[in-house]
């Protein structure tokens, strides 16, 4: 007997899964780079930048959308995330984490270089310059680390009570996750346009601010993520020893928060 389907010998010969050619990770990337020239645009006050802006975020998260919806439908409804498979996947999403702690600390070797090494070109004799008053730290600094470091412990319980099966109480908690990263993003907002600097004010202010803006874009990265995890778990999608998806965001989560107590510690502590 012939049997003529090649899907079936895939999965056959080994536990891997050979993904199907997709048009998603191409339109992701095309779409990612309008959204950056729109963003340069709409920095230097360009003509319907803003427009442009809009438009190429949304054909980005639609694009995204329709690729983790075929990633979601091969590990929930296909079956093909076996344990080799979630194992390749465990090993990326560490090499992932490793390789945005090597950006961070290129961005803190630099700041520690003109803080330890103040520059006379840029007539940098303190630090912070001269006319920069440091945020206080005991202020909104400190709220956000604590919303961000419950929001760490919320997600590491949920995951605890999805191990154990009870979906209520992990679906709960990890609503609580959710909640309190949108109100950590709110609070960085506020304390952007109450700040007494900008991103233009010396290299303080540049450094200030790209920190901190760059941790921030993870924190919206890392909610949306969850987001993700919290409808799959209304869809009871989400099982007690199958939920890398999950697993992967509380360590992308996990990453965000320990970012941050260094940021609060430098940026915060240190220079106030």
């Known amino acids: 007997m012939t049997i003529s389907n090649s899907n079936f010998y895939k999965h056959e010969q080994h536990p891997f899964h050979l993904v199907d050619p997709s048009p998603w990770p191409f339109l992701c990337s095309w779409s990612a780079l309008m959204f950056a020239t729109?963003?340069?645009?709409?920095?230097h006050g360009y003509s319907y930048s803003l427009l442009k802006l809009f438009f190429s975020?949304?054909?980005?998260?639609?694009?995204?959308?329709?690729?983790?919806?075929?990633?979601?439908?091969?590990?929930?409804f296909e079956g093909h995330h076996t344990f080799r498979v979630e194992t390749g996947l465990r090993y990326g999403m560490i090499l992932f984490?490793?390789?945005?702690?090597?950006?961070?600390?290129s961005f803190f070797s630099l700041y520690f270089y003109f803080t330890e090494e103040p520059s006379p070109q840029l007539i940098l004799d303190i630090w912070p310059p001269k006319g920069i008053e440091a945020i206080e730290p005991w202020g909104l600094p400190l709220f956000n680390t604590v919303l961000l470091l419950s929001s760490s412990l919320f997600v590491t319980v949920s995951h605890n009570y999805l191990i154990q099966g009870n979906r209520v109480k992990s679906?709960?908690?990890?609503?609580?996750?959710?909640?309190?990263?949108?109100?950590?993003?709110?609070?960085?907002?506020?304390?952007?346009?109450?700040?007494?600097?900008?991103?233009?004010?010396?290299?303080y202010g540049s450094l200030f601010f790209m920190l901190t803006g760059l941790h921030g874009?993870?924190?919206?990265?890392?909610?949306?993520?969850?987001?993700v995890c919290m409808i799959r778990h209304f869809k009871y999608q989400l099982f007690s020893d199958h939920h890398f998806g999950f697993e992967a965001s509380a360590w992308y989560w996990h990453f965000v928060d320990v970012v941050w107590i260094y940021l609060f510690i430098v940026l915060y502590g240190w220079d106030s």
């Open 171 to 203: 679906l709960y908690y990890l609503i609580y996750t959710v909640i309190w990263g949108i109100a950590f993003t709110f609070g960085q907002y506020i304390e952007y346009i109450k700040s007494t600097f900008s991103i233009n004010d010396s290299v």
């Open 97 to 105: 984490i490793t390789s945005e702690v090597m950006l961070f600390l």
């Open 217 to 227: 874009c993870h924190v919206i990265l890392g909610t949306i993520c969850l987001i």
């Open 57 to 76: 975020f949304s054909i980005l998260i639609l694009f995204v959308s329709l690729w983790f919806t075929d990633i979601v439908t091969e590990a929930t």
């Open 38 to 43: 729109s963003f340069i645009h709409c920095i």
